[in-house]
């Protein structure tokens, strides 16, 4: 889809939405291999000058904003969890998790794999990660001002998500790894 602004060209808003969409479709269809701006730019009917315009540093760029985009969506996947409280609601938010993960292998690489200029913990942090770890931290009650429980709790489901996709953990023992995890954070 393009879109366009008054004179009839797209917006650069939208281009930038464009190209991340693109990226995001082209890497969950085929891998984060198929992803090249030469490739977008014949995905989209851009130039490769025009994806070089809103993304100068290039390919990594492109990853770290589709991974905004995912931190944006875990968020969104994090809220539709059922309000409940204590271990209930860290085995539901893990689950969430998880599940995410697993349904969004290609976005979650990105996300989490990828080399992009993506700044965890830092004054650079986008704002989409820093909602979707204030809402796990939430979850856990850690009002700490450095949020290390919080990091444990991110670290682990990330744990889980990477090697049950790798077929390193079993998956039928998710729901007891899960709960025993909600366990120790609760």
Known sequence: MKYTDHSGRPAPAD???VIVDRARSIAEEEG???VT???LADA????QPVLYQH???GRSAIVAAVSRTGFADLREALSAVPRQSGAAALAAAAHSYVEYAGEHP???EAMFEMRSHTRFASDETPHELQIA???LADLLLDRSETRVRTELFWSALHGIATLERDGRLPLAQREARIAELARLFS
């Open 32 to 34: 984060w291999n198929a």
């Open 55 to 57: 993304f100068p540093e």
């Open 133 to 135: 770890f204030s809402a």
């Open 37 to 39: 701006v030469r490739r």
């Open 44 to 47: 989209i009917g851009y130039s």
């Open 106 to 108: 290609a976005l979650y």
């Open 15 to 17: 281009r930038q939405r």
